[in-house]
């Protein structure tokens, strides 16, 4: 199970930080977002041990994804966001390996969503 939490409103250039708590560590986490009419989109993945990070090309220099395992909790740490940023975020876990860790099929288990409104 997954609660994701964090999003809101905020001005373009700012910067918002998004959490997700998990009910067991051990998996691959990653971080995909969507807006009305559109696919998911992946945004940022961790490996179980934080070993390994992998980012869109549309959030590489901006977002960083970060875990602790003991405290079983993944955070995005989103700066100088910008208005096409805007969507619901979804945190999500899963046994993903390398070559599908940026699809949403590497991934069984989802966050409820949370909103990040970035505006210009």
């Known amino acids: 199970q997954l609660q994701a939490s964090g999003g809101g409103l905020v001005q373009a250039g700012g910067s918002l930080s998004l959490s997700c708590a998990a009910s067991?560590?051990?998996?691959?986490m990653a971080w995909f977002r969507q807006t009305p009419g559109k696919e998911r989109e992946f945004v940022a993945a961790i490996k179980w041990n934080g070993g390994y990070t992998y980012y869109a090309d549309s959030v590489k220099g901006r977002f960083t994804i970060s875990r602790d395992n003991s405290k079983r909790t993944m955070w995005l740490q989103m700066n100088s966001l910008k208005p096409e940023d805007t969507a619901v975020y979804y945190c999500?876990?899963?046994?993903?390996?390398?070559?599908?860790?940026?699809?949403?099929?590497?991934?069984?288990?989802w966050g409820q969503g949370t909103q990040v409104t970035v505006s210009s």
């Open positions: 067991e560590s051990g998996y691959s």
């Open positions: 999500a876990a899963g046994r993903a390996i390398t070559s599908t860790i940026s699809r949403a099929l590497g991934y069984s288990v």
